[in-house]
């Protein structure tokens, strides 16, 4: 991409200078010597170059050569003083007003860009600047909510556009040059007005409010299983209050799935009355001394078998849940003379 060039003149704030920088090329374009000669009174010979530039450098450093390159019409006073009549054409009139777009040229380039740039002329920028302060930043702050930094804003929005349409600039292409009139005046052809006006209005920025600030939601952290909100799902369930009465090991008997008893009259006396002395064994009572309760009985442990058990009834085979009876009709403790008399 070509570098673009161009003169001091063309900065912000910068005067205008009393000569165009005008760069021509090696060979004239017919349309412009035709142009040339059609807006100079006195004829002047062009059959160079440097012919062709120094005419077109005196014509375009002119006083008088200013350029309209577009008309806005604005409002003349912000919406809350605008007058209401029922003729629309004098509401017009009393509301609006035409804002003339008015240029001088400050380079002109046919060598590199074939381009021809255009900057406001003071009276232009200052008219621009006063409808932006009077009207555009009173109506832009009755259409917004307050905020504490409002007016600050609204102070750096008019300076921004200050900035703006100093540093404004059009570029286009030298063929425009072809709207050229007598003292350097002239006007822009092929529907470039309009290009002009939408990008000097783009520079008249609306007044944005602050976007709303976010506030973070405080999320619970999920709940550990020591937390108390959640302990019922985590720790183990208490222990019942009532717990069952110990029992003493020599009065549960062993049992065994393989044998099934309907009856414990029948089934229960007629095992236990085939079985001999020697046969079985009846342990010990255990001492008075037992361990305190623990809760290692809650979970569940493989038992570790140390000597062979024999295969008995289950007791709910041989008794009703009664208690006491059954160790008297099934176990033969009414017999208890004759197992004293053999021993």
Not at 146 to 161: G, N, R
Request: aromatic fraction near 8%.
């Amino acid at each position: 991409m070509p570098v673009q060039l161009l003169p001091a003149s063309a900065a912000a704030f910068a005067p205008r200078a009393s000569s165009v920088n005008v760069v021509l090329g090696s060979k004239v374009e017919p349309w412009l010597t035709q142009t040339l000669k059609r807006i100079n009174r006195i004829k002047r010979p062009l059959n160079s170059v440097p012919q062709h530039q120094r005419c077109l450098t005196e014509t375009l450093s002119s006083p008088n050569a200013i350029w309209t390159l577009a008309s806005l019409m604005l409002s003349k006073a912000p919406e809350s003083e605008l007058r209401k009549d029922a003729n629309p054409l004098i509401e017009a009139i009393s509301n609006y007003q035409f804002i003339h777009l008015e240029a001088y040229i400050v380079h002109v380039d046919m060598v590199l860009r074939n381009e021809v740039a255009y900057k406001l002329t003071p009276d232009t920028i200052e008219s621009l600047i006063e409808y932006h302060k009077d009207v555009h930043c009173v109506n832009a702050k009755a259409n917004t909510y307050d905020w504490s930094e409002k007016e600050q804003q609204c102070k750096k929005l008019h300076d921004d556009f200050i900035q703006a349409i100093n540093k404004f600039v059009f570029r286009t292409h030298v063929s425009a040059l072809e709207g050229l009139e007598e003292d350097g005046a002239g006007e822009l052809l092929s529907g470039k007005s309009e290009e002009v006006k939408n990008n000097v209005l783009a520079l008249i920025k609306p007044l944005l409010p602050p976007p709303p600030r976010v506030v973070d939601l405080v999320r619970q952290p999920p709940l550990l299983p020591s937390s108390p909100a959640n302990a019922s799902m985590w720790t183990q369930p208490p222990t019942p209050s009532s717990l069952p009465a110990p029992v003493d090991s020599w009065r549960v008997l062993p049992s065994s799935p393989s044998v099934a008893s309907t009856s414990p009259d029948s089934t229960g006396t007629s095992i236990w009355a085939s079985m001999g002395m020697s046969e079985v064994q009846i342990p010990s009572p255990t001492p008075a001394y037992s361990q305190p309760y623990s809760s290692a009985g809650l979970f569940y442990g493989s038992p570790v078998v140390t000597s062979p058990i024999p295969h008995l009834p289950l007791p709910s085979m041989l008794a009703p849940p009664c208690g006491v009876s059954v160790g008297y009709n099934s176990f033969g403790w009414d017999r208890y003379q004759e197992y004293t008399t053999t021993m």
